[in-house]
């Protein structure tokens, strides 16, 4: 490449170009692409229900039923807190639990909401093989969660998966999509978000670059942080401060899936 290419008037005017919004959609955008597969007045189980907001949403906009299950007693607290805010005691519940031994009777579940979940899943089969079990008959299986642009890198896996608990083979589109089928869950729509949920999230709130800015702090500060925080502290931090960095830039994938 020639210098006059390199630093020429049309580079910095694609770089204008760039600078204008594709207007992509944001996070809340999986309700629409979730909803014509909801069944009005169904009953929703919320995979990993975090503090309810999700499962609560649901519930309100297709007069439903749900229940939620996470492991961590917090969310499980604030997720009970929420449904009682939202006055929905009598339609939705939460316990503590994980997705391999669900409480719920075989075939009781109309839909199955499982949002960045499955990355974290030490059990995949035995997770999608319960979700498959509690569906009833023609149900759908909504679930949200990365994939790899490339190759598992190992060091990747170190510094980024493990510190956030993923099991980074779960990540592996063509290993995820053939569990899908051991299970017999047929995909019937999916959807490469890629790095549309971000580019709003960054548009919107700028917390991609935040979170860079956060990085290059964490990293040069390095043995202060570890001194008053701790080494997981500082491990788990620079791996949740890459997160939507890698997002944005193509390496992790958000992928939406509607299973049968
Ligand atoms: C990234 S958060 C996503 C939470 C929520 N679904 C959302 O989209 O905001 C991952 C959630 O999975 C939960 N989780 C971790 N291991 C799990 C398991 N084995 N079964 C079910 N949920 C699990 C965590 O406690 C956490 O709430």
Do not use: K
Request: glycine content about 8%; overall charge negative.
């Amino acid at each position: 490449m020639e210098m006059d290419q390199i630093y020429s008037e049309g580079s910095r005017r694609l770089f204008e170009e760039l600078d204008v919004s594709l207007d992509p959609p944001g996070p809340d955008s999986l309700f629409e692409v979730a909803a014509p597969f909801l069944e009005p007045g169904g009953h929703i189980l919320d995979v990993g229900c975090r503090d309810a907001r999700h499962l609560v949403t649901l519930v309100e906009r297709h007069a439903g039923t749900g229940s939620g299950v996470d492991p961590v007693p917090w969310h499980v607290e604030r997720a009970r807190l929420a449904v009682r805010e939202a006055g929905l005691e009598d339609r939705i519940t939460v316990r503590r639990g994980v997705a391999e031994d669900l409480a719920e009777a075989s075939g009781s579940v109309d839909t199955v909401w499982c949002r960045d979940v499955v990355e974290v899943l030490p059990d995949l089969d035995g997770a999608l093989a319960e979700m498959r079990r509690v569906l009833r008959p023609g149900g759908h299986v909504v679930i949200y969660t990365n994939v790899l642009n490339g190759p598992l890198d190992p060091v990747e896996t170190r510094d980024i998966h493990e510190p956030l608990g993923n099991v980074a083979g779960n990540l592996v589109e063509e290993d995820l999509e053939a569990a899908f089928a051991r299970h017999d869950l047929r995909i019937v729509r999916r959807d490469v978000v890629g790095t549309r949920w971000r580019e709003f999230i960054e548009e919107h709130e700028q917390w991609v670059s935040r979170d860079l800015l956060r990085l290059a702090r964490l990293r040069r500060t390095r043995d202060r942080v570890i001194e008053r925080h701790g080494a997981d502290a500082f491990r788990t931090a620079q791996a949740s401060l890459q997160w939507g960095v890698n997002q944005l830039l193509g390496r992790f994938v958000p992928m939406i899936y509607v299973l049968r």
